[in-house]
């Protein structure tokens, strides 16, 4: 956990503190256990009547750190701790954490798109509940900032790039809500909604106060940012030394995307000296 950034952390301590608060030491009633909710659903689990037709719009936050079972929260928790690292390098963490919220907010509205058009067979009661719909915005994220990346699978035991993943997810959950298989056309509706507008300021960083134009390019140097901090101080400090630590400071608390075209330049110099060395 000490190698987590400071917000993909503290999204993994809540979820988790929520789960056991909800499952083991609130009481469930018997209407609850015979409508399979618990205790924390009822306020904060998002349903289209109580989220938009009794504005309780709180709900589109709320329900992303609801879960319904081990299994849901483990692999939610899994793709935030594996992925969002890399995307809250990129943004910052102030922006990560509104683009992640967003994300999930946006798999509430999809959700009541499609149910509202008939392609999600669901109820206005149904609740959705699960931090999908954000890790999928954080998914699509990685992929386009890295979508060569090589990602090793579990289950099934494959490895498959980035973008590829990222595609067969997508793949997944369209099948899913087309061919009704699986039950959960809901939580699938959440996904895409959650994608969606991850690809979406990914590629117009500026909706959420990057530069306008900027280019979206793989962050090169990540592996090697903090080798100017920790490298003995035998020589004297040059000053193009000081201007990469500056640089790194700067991606820790606003990100890469927020760099300039030469800050950028300066940081993959010093990169490529770093790899030249013997």
């Known amino acids: 956990m000490s190698h987590l950034s400071p917000v993909v952390k503290w999204l993994l301590i809540i979820n988790v503190a929520v789960f056991f608060l909800d499952h083991m030491f609130l009481h469930r009633t018997p209407a609850m256990m015979r409508d399979g909710v618990f205790p924390l659903w009822n306020p904060g689990a998002f349903t ?11 709900q589109f936050v709320t329900f992303q750190f609801l879960h319904a079972s081990v299994l849901h ?28 919220l967003a994300c999930g907010a946006a798999g509430a509205a999809f959700f009541t798109l ?13 609740p959705l509940v699960g931090a999908s719909a954000g890790i999928y915005g954080i998914f699509i994220g990685v992929a386009v ?6 990602v090793a699978l579990l289950f099934p035991p494959i490895e498959l790039s980035m973008r590829q993943l990222a595609i067969a997810m997508m793949a997944i959950s369209i099948g899913a809500i087309l061919l009704q298989l699986g039950g959960n056309e809901g939580g699938e509706a ?8 991850g690809y979406f300021l990914m590629r117009y960083p500026s909706l959420l106060g990057g530069q ?7 962050p090169r140097a990540f592996a ?10 035998t020589e004297v400090r040059t000053g193009e030394d000081t201007a990469v630590d500056l640089i790194l400071d700067k991606i820790s608390r606003e990100g890469f995307q927020s760099l300039t075209q030469i800050e950028r330049d ?5 990169a490529q000296r770093q790899q030249n060395r013997p």
């Open 266 to 270: 300066i940081l993959t110099q010093a």
């Open 114 to 126: 499609l149910v509202r058009l008939g392609v999600v067979d669901a109820s206005w009661d149904s």
């Open 145 to 150: 900032i890295a979508p060569d990346l090589r």
């Open 212 to 218: 306008p134009g900027v280019e979206i390019r793989r």
């Open 73 to 100: 929260i483990l692999f939610n928790s899994i793709g935030i701790y594996f992925f969002g690292p890399w995307l809250e390098r990129w943004w910052g963490s102030k922006k990560f954490l509104i683009f992640y």
């Open 190 to 197: 959440g996904h895409l909604g959650g994608a969606l507008l």
């Open 48 to 58: 289209i009547r109580s989220g938009l037709s009794e504005l309780h719009l709180w």
């Open 224 to 233: 090697s940012q903090a080798a100017p901090k920790l490298r003995p101080h």
